[in-house]
């Protein structure tokens, strides 16, 4: 057996018998925001806003609907996998509430997390917003257990161009089969001389691990048809390409993110605006 087949075989052990160190890690996506390298904290301006911080949906203006699938270590030789479905909807002078479905896993565990999330301007400029998780796990054999987390993001326009963004998810620590999830804190700066350019730096920290920082950079080639993006990655190192196509309110969206010793993560979505 191949090295690589040995270590997704594992990986899949890892995912099946404990569920602390999957962790439902994958509650952070979004295409958009893995085509940065999940830099997005403080650029958060569409529905992604709902899994990097949800103070961001108050600059979300019209109604969004998003779709994903991603296949995650080009499935780990078990069909490892995550998929969501999300909306999101301006309300007048109350912001912006989403409502999100995820689930990551294969044959025999899913991991499933139903996201409600409200982001408000508290002044000009300046964003707060929360989301409510409901965790299920789903263990072939080992029945589910259940848990609730709490995330909290403000978001800030500093000066001219620049952003910044605070995140907070599962502040409470929820326990889910008697595991706790882990708690991740993360803080963005982001840079926007115009709608057409994003810049991006996350430095995020989840207690007893390293710090990861993440760099983010996306441009706007063609208005409404055409965006690029890329980013990189540290804790492990990784390097990630996203491309949108677009007609109208239309958007096709593609991330892959590299991995030190796994295959490739690919990730295709579809966004609408309506």
Same mark, same amino acid.
């Given at each position: 057996?191949?090295?690589?087949?040995?270590?997704?075989?594992?990986?899949? +052990?890892?995912?099946?018998?404990?569920?602390?160190?999957?962790?439902?890690?994958?509650?952070?996506?979004?295409?958009?925001?893995? @085509?940065?390298?999940?830099?997005?904290?403080? +650029?958060?301006?569409?529905?992604?806003?709902?899994?990097?911080?949800?103070?961001? %949906?108050? *600059?979300?203006?019209? $109604?969004? #609907?998003?779709?994903? /699938?991603?296949?995650?270590? &080009?499935?780990? &030789?078990?069909?490892?996998?995550?998929?969501?479905?999300? +909306?999101?909807?301006?309300?007048?002078?109350?912001?912006?509430?989403?409502? $999100?479905?995820?689930?990551?896993?294969?044959?025999?565990?899913?991991?499933?997390?139903?996201?409600?999330?409200?982001?408000?301007?508290?002044?000009?400029? =300046?964003?707060?917003?929360?989301?409510?998780?409901?965790?299920?796990?789903?263990?072939? @054999? %080992?029945?589910? @257990? #259940? @848990?609730?987390?709490?995330?909290?993001?403000?978001?800030?326009? +500093? /000066?001219?161009?620049?952003?910044?963004?605070?995140?907070?998810?599962?502040?409470?620590?929820?326990?889910?089969?008697?595991?706790?999830?882990?708690?991740? =804190?993360?803080?963005? =700066?982001? #840079?926007?001389?115009?709608?057409? !350019?994003?810049?991006?730096?996350? !430095?995020?920290?989840?207690?007893?691990?390293?710090?990861?920082?993440?760099?983010?950079?996306? #441009?706007? !080639? !063609?208005?409404?048809?055409?965006?690029?993006?890329?980013?990189?990655?540290?804790?492990?190192?990784?390097?990630?390409?996203?491309?949108? %196509?677009?007609?109208? *309110?239309?958007?096709?969206? /593609?991330?892959?993110?590299?991995?030190?010793?796994?295959?490739?993560?690919?990730?295709?979505?579809?966004?609408? *605006?309506?």
């Amino acid at each position: 057996m191949s090295p690589i087949k040995l270590l997704c075989g594992v990986l899949a +052990v890892l995912f099946a018998f404990h569920p602390a160190l999957a962790g439902f890690e994958e509650n952070e996506s979004s295409v958009r925001a893995e @085509g940065m390298a999940g830099a997005f904290t403080a +650029v958060a301006d569409d529905i992604g806003a709902m899994n990097f911080n949800p103070a961001g %949906l108050f *600059q979300v203006e019209v $109604r969004q #609907f998003q779709g994903f /699938y991603k296949l995650l270590y &080009g499935g780990a &030789g078990v069909g490892l996998h995550t998929m969501e479905f999300g +909306v999101c909807l301006p309300l007048p002078k109350l912001g912006t509430v989403g409502l $999100r479905a995820q689930e990551t896993g294969f044959e025999l565990e899913a991991q499933r997390s139903l996201k409600l999330c409200h982001g408000f301007q508290l002044a000009e400029g =300046l964003g707060f917003g929360y989301g409510l998780n409901g965790y299920n796990l789903s263990q072939k @054999g %080992l029945g589910q @257990g #259940f @848990g609730f987390g709490l995330d909290l993001g403000l978001f800030c326009r +500093v /000066y001219r161009f620049w952003t910044a963004g605070f995140y907070v998810h599962n502040l409470n620590t929820p326990r889910l089969a008697g595991e706790e999830l882990p708690r991740l =804190l993360t803080f963005g =700066l982001g #840079f926007s001389p115009g709608p057409e !350019i994003h810049s991006a730096l996350d !430095i995020s920290k989840e207690p007893g691990q390293p710090t990861r920082i993440a760099v983010g950079q996306e #441009f706007r !080639i !063609i208005q409404d048809h055409l965006t690029v993006r890329a980013g990189v990655q540290t804790e492990p190192v990784r390097l990630a390409f996203g491309l949108r %196509l677009g007609v109208r *309110q239309i958007f096709l969206d /593609y991330a892959v993110l590299t991995h030190p010793v796994m295959p490739l993560t690919h990730d295709l979505g579809l966004l609408l *605006q309506f």
